[in-house]
């Protein structure tokens, strides 16, 4: 059931995009994090915020 209200989909988004992802393990970790909450990596990088392009073979 897709969601339909502007308010909640900025919501969505928000809660969904606003995360740093860990590049050794794969963790999500909240926004503010300096050290990653699985293997405390220190190498964040923030979610990508659009879907990939995919190549048509």
Known sequence: MPVTDPEL???VQDRVFNV???RKCGAHNP???T???RCH???LRP???EL???KAA
């Open 9 to 11: 989909v900025k919501i």
């Open 41 to 43: 990596s220190k190498d």
């Open 52 to 54: 990939a392009k995919v």
């Open 47 to 49: 979610k990508r915020k």
């Open 31 to 33: 926004p503010g994090a």
């Open 35 to 37: 050290k990653c909450r």
């Open 20 to 22: 740093l992802i860990c």
